[in-house]
């Protein structure tokens, strides 16, 4: 979607966004997007927001007011409590402070990090950016940033941890958080009070280093996301600038690119069911889901020569055509696995343990789910419609038959089912598709070097664990001047807080594991 | 009428071959036969800690679909041996701030709980290393020492996830060993004796394994028992003190080297110990399979009992690993709700019925 | 969602039937056949490797059929040689410099025509992420990846390579340019021989 912006004068801001969720129902916060618009311009953020009744999106610009060396926003944090993470990424990347957001730290970079990185102006050398060798300095004090009453900005100290605060360190080494990522928690006895997640152990600046690429150069970082969800990253990125750009593309392309991306849930969604497995323990289901991975993974890489990193999709069509065996291989494997889905229902996910593990943890209701912009599985567990495949289709989505699972539990067990459930519809989106693949160009030539024309564009896709979209800001150049992507798992880390308080240790891992989040694609 | 059994007088014949044809005096023949002894049941405990952790990778394996170790060794048997010397060269790593002389003493205490209660189990008639009229008294007494080497262990690591396992594991054996302890009282009210060999000697003849013997309850107990068992030894789904996937490697998390290996080495043989004893207690300990046909029994009377006590353990152990490779773990007021909602009724009920049947003389009996 | 109010003795009941449905599971499991494929035990007998899976770059050859092609014959090619140009399109396509191409420009005494050749082509493997950007930006079809992963060495430099240095001849192990052994869906080749 191309974006046109709406502008609001900077003191009625809050208001006016305030009022835009409450009698526009616009209650969805899609992403913030930080940018640096140039020397005249400034610095300034884009808010892209959907009404989840209707489904439609507006984004709206605010420009940042400088006050002496600061730049300052109104915050959104009690409007929209997803913007808690989106904000301090703005704040860390950009240094736009947000007025009234009770925590403004860093995010991804460390809290000794000197300058902001995706500013125009930051100094790339070498020299400027050396790897530093100390440890990173640990604070118990956070910071929120007012307006006085002469225009001034104030700050107002708050503290994370009390001296008598028992907190222990889930990560950035752990074997139950999926990556590098790091949950500060204050445990009392076996109880959560507070998860604070410190990201950016695996934070590579993708964004930064896109603005330096060529458009098909850009490309070959999205695979390196969420690794289990490769060809829907890159469906993302491909997807906004042929948007861009107008390329009109074949049938067979989009008939390859939606059965390559159930492909891909399947994969994803198999991984998920084992590793909720083996966080809770339970190691054979675990193997039994990679066995039957292994599988699909086969059949991909037959046509794809990846396992992760896939690298299929390029500007304006596939990497290759289809493997001359793709189709018999795609149908044995629906054949195959459409029993095997049962097996892991028998071995884990009837089991009374695992009900007994995951029912009731990690509880978020609807309105909670919206607020904290829960996607995916995560936020259809507790009956949200969210799929992207619906609301906003692309490809075949629209062509084919198939049903958006969401469930009442708000709970991790139904996070579970949806998952399973999910595989049933890929494979029945697969089958529908696989015997009507039209004859046709599988690659439509462009030019050597790809110029997308000017303009602000965002293209969404649904991930296996949420939204995931990218905003592109090109100024005509054969580089974006600002690419952004909304990984799936930030709002579902965010949410770690409001979910687990309360709850048990052990349902700390149960929530993650029923989540699905994986650091690089947070991370970045 | 005390029917004696192959290979029983083995420790007897030894006995007088230091005394009689040695000439030695008590004193020289009491202190060859301890040392002996002792190197023996460690040789055992050693030997069958590897076959152990062998058998369980293997087991595991072909649960998941996988084979296990293949490359030291023919069909990956040299494996644990192979990981033994490394544990044994690695380094002995001290933790900042830690309570020394606890975080040194505890995988000591856990050792010698395990190797206690190895001490107690029967291998065959009249191979009993330790027998005294209390026997199954003093066990439970002995094997919980170990839990307060795993509470001194998540104590003096100085390390949050340490103590955090330290005080799931104390809470759970300590639960655990109430329904552990009635299951064998049951026991003792079938056979009237806790001495070890006791228990035992009341379990040959035909069908007169307790499980037969006290049908319902019998059975019963012994499927709580295994439960109790399982939780005591530490093992999944009961292995929240340990926990990988929540609090690392639990209390032995700060611990290398032969620290580990302790640890490590006192959870498999846990595992024996407890199919041992389940296996004494339930399934006859070295008693034979006799179903009352002379001949068919005296065929199996050959069998000696040592073959019949490590055959039954280890179906035994089989069935627990079984249990462990299928299902997910429980969160710590599960366990305990399990333990004292569901098994420690269970377990009185259980005492209650067995008491019935003994004293109506309900007990399944063939010769009286 | 089932009916949820169940009594003590159905809950416990039910809660065992679905242990004992976990425990079949598993049982049934432990005597079906292994998903364990042996590398390197297997690597020259049942090992199949996808056809299009990327282990490296190398130069294409011209081969018997391509020799009489226009193209090639107009540059004067024989079987055997690479085609690169020295262009630096590859060079340029590459996202992480793995490709340095040094050229000199030399005269053709006969057509007196200029033209670029090429002293090296530098690929370092360690470095690529073989990502195809710089076979899709090739003009003149001179480079391909191959699925001839077995690229391990003990040296990083010698993951330095120069493609046109060297004779590629396919790899360390027999057919594996064409995929290998035989798979399909569902199954996996456990056997070693």
Redesign the interface.
């Given at each position: 979607m191309k974006l046109e912006y709406t502008v609001f004068s900077f003191d009625t801001f809050k208001e006016e966004m305030t009022k835009l969720r409450d009698a526009k129902h616009f209650d969805y916060l899609v992403t913030i997007i930080g940018e640096d618009f140039g020397s005249e311009e400034g610095l300034g953020c884009i808010y892209i927001l959907e009404n989840t009744e209707t489904h439609e999106r507006i984004s709206v610009k605010q420009m940042a007011r400088q006050i002496g060396n600061d730049y300052v926003i109104p915050s959104v944090y009690y409007i929209w409590r997803a913007a808690d993470l989106m904000e301090r990424e703005v704040f860390d990347f950009f240094g736009i402070k947000f007025l009234g957001h009770p925590d403004m730290r860093r995010l991804f970079l460390r809290n000794d990090f000197v300058g902001y990185p995706l500013r125009k102006d930051y100094d790339m050398s070498p020299e400027h950016n050396q790897f530093p060798m100390t440890d990173e300095p640990e604070t118990d004090w956070t910071s929120e940033w007012n307006l006085n009453d002469l225009g001034e900005l104030v700050e107002t100290k708050h503290r994370l941890f009390g001296p008598d605060d028992y907190v222990v360190n889930f990560g950035p080494n752990h074997p139950s958080t999926h990556g590098v990522l790091r949950l500060q928690t204050v445990v009392n006895d076996e109880t959560i009070e507070h998860v604070y997640p410190h990201l950016g152990y695996i934070h590579r600046g993708m964004e930064k280093m896109m603005e330096a690429m060529t458009y098909p150069q850009t490309l070959a970082l999205t695979d390196r996301l969420n690794y289990l969800c490769a060809m829907h990253h890159r469906h993302a990125l491909v997807g906004v600038i042929e948007e861009a750009m107008g390329v009109e593309l074949s049938d067979r392309i989009h008939y390859i690119r939606t059965i390559m991306d159930e492909l891909q849930r399947i994969d994803n969604h198999l991984l998920f069911l084992g590793t909720c497995a083996q966080d809770l323990s339970a190691l054979t289901a675990f193997l039994y889901c990679m066995r039957d991975r292994e599988h699909v993974l086969n059949v991909m890489e037959e046509t794809t020569g990846g396992r992760l990193i896939q690298n299929y999709y390029r500007i304006g069509g596939l990497q290759a055509d289809i493997d001359p065996h793709f189709v018999e291989n795609v149908k044995a494997l629906c054949k195959y696995l459409r029993p095997m889905i049962q097996e892991y229902l028998d071995v884990f996910g009837d089991n009374v343990i695992t009900h007994q593990r995951l029912e009731g943890v990690g509880y978020m209701n609807l309105a909670d789910s919206i607020n904290y912009a829960l996607t995916g599985p995560a936020g259809r567990a507790a009956g949200w419609h969210n799929d992207v495949r619906k609301n906003h289709p692309y490809d075949l989505y629209d062509k084919v038959e198939w049903k958006e699972i969401t469930g009442t539990g708000c709970d991790s067990m139904t996070r579970y089912m949806i998952h399973i459930n999910e595989m049933y519809q890929s494979l029945n989106i697969i089958e529908q598709l696989i015997d009507n693949i039209p004859e046709g160009e599988f690659y439509i030539k462009q030019k050597p070097i790809i110029k997308v024309p000017e303009g602000q564009w965002w293209f969404s896709v649904e991930g296996g664990a949420g939204e995931f979209g990218v905003y592109l800001d090109s100024r005509g150049d054969k580089s974006p001047y600002r690419v952004k992507m909304r990984p799936m798992g930030l709002t579902l880390t965010g949410a770690f807080d409001k979910m687990l308080r309360g709850e048990k240790i052990a349902d700390l891992i149960a929530t993650g594991a029923s989540i699905d989040f994986v650091i690089p694609d947070l991370d970045r | 009428m005390e029917k004696v059994y192959i290979l029983s007088s083995l420790p007897q014949m030894f006995d007088s071959l230091l005394r009689d044809t040695c000439g030695l005096s008590n004193f020289w023949a009491v202190l060859i036969e301890c040392v002996l002894v002792g190197l023996l049941v460690l040789a055992a405990y050693a030997t069958l800690a590897i076959i152990l952790i062998f058998m369980e990778r293997k087991v595991c394996a072909y649960f998941q679909c996988r084979i296990g170790p293949m490359r030291v060794g023919p069909w990956g048997t040299l494996q644990v041996i192979a990981d033994v010397l490394k544990m044994l060269i690695k380094e002995i790593f001290f933790v900042d701030r830690s309570d020394k002389l606890l975080y040194c003493i505890a995988p000591f205490l856990v050792i010698i709980a395990s190797v206690g209660t190895f001490s107690f189990l029967p291998w065959s008639q009249g191979w009993n290393v330790l027998d005294f009229n209390v026997g199954i008294f003093l066990l439970t007494a002995i094997s919980s020492i170990g839990v307060i080497g795993i509470f001194m262990a998540g104590w003096a690591s100085n390390n949050k996830y340490s103590v955090v396992s330290a005080m799931r594991g104390a809470v759970q054996l300590i639960s655990y060993e109430m329904s552990l302890g009635l299951c064998l009282i049951s026991a003792v009210i079938l056979t009237g004796t806790m001495q070890i060999s006791g228990i035992v000697e009341a379990q040959t003849g035909p069908w007169q394994w307790l499980i037969f013997q006290g049908h319902i309850p019998a059975i019963l107990a012994f499927l709580v028992f295994c439960i109790a068992g399982n939780a005591e030894a530490n093992r999944g789904p009961f292995d929240l003190a340990e926990a990988e996937s929540e609090l690392t490697a639990g209390y032995h998390t700060e611990y290398s080297g032969m620290g580990f290996g302790f640890f490590y080495l006192a959870e498999y043989l846990n595992l024996f110990v407890v199919s041992g004893i389940a296996t004494t207690v339930f399934l006859g300990g070295w008693a034979p399979v006799n179903i009352g046909i002379a001949a068919f029994d005296s065929v199996m009377d050959y069998i000696p009992g040592i073959v019949w006590f490590l055959g039954k353990t280890f179906v035994v152990v089989f069935l627990l690993m079984w249990i462990r490779w299928t299902f997910p773990r429980l969160r710590i007021d599960q366990i305990l709700k399990l333990e004292w909602k569901y098994l420690m009724p269970l377990s009185l009920c259980i005492i209650v019925l067995m008491v019935i049947c003994v004293s109506f003389g309900l007990t399944f009996t063939i010769n009286g | 969602?089932e009916d949820k109010k169940q009594s003590y003795f159905g809950e416990?009941g039910?809660?065992l039937k679905?242990?004992a449905?976990?425990?079949?599971?598993?049982?049934k499991?432990?005597f079906?056949p292994?998903?364990?494929e042996?590398y390197p035990e297997n690597r020259k007998t049942t090992l199949h490797v996808?056809?299009?899976?990327?282990g490296r770059l190398v130069f294409k050859r011209v081969t018997e059929d391509e020799v009489n092609d226009p193209q090639i014959q107009k540059r004067g090619l024989k079987v055997g040689d690479y085609k690169c140009t020295a262009c630096t399109?590859c060079e340029r396509?590459c996202?992480n410099d793995t490709i340095k191409i040094t050229s000199h420009m030399e005269t053709d005494p006969e057509t007196g025509r200029k033209k670029k050749v090429l002293d090296d082509y530098q690929y370092d493997l360690g470095d690529c992420?073989?990502?195809?950007?710089c076979v899709?930006?090739c003009n003149f079809d001179a480079i391909e990846?191959v699925?001839d992963f077995e690229n391990s060495v003990f040296d990083r430099s010698k993951l330095v390579l120069h493609l046109d240095k060297e004779k590629y001849q396919g790899g360390s192990l027999p057919n594996i340019i064409d995929g290998g052994a035989d798979?399909?869906?569902?199954t996996?080749n456990?056997k070693t021989k």
């Open positions: - | - | 969602m416990v039910s809660a679905t242990l449905t976990g425990l079949k599971v598993t049982m499991e432990y079906t292994k998903t364990t042996q996808a056809k299009r899976h990327r399109m396509a996202p992420m073989f990502c195809e950007l899709n930006a990846f699925n798979w399909s869906v569902g996996f456990t």
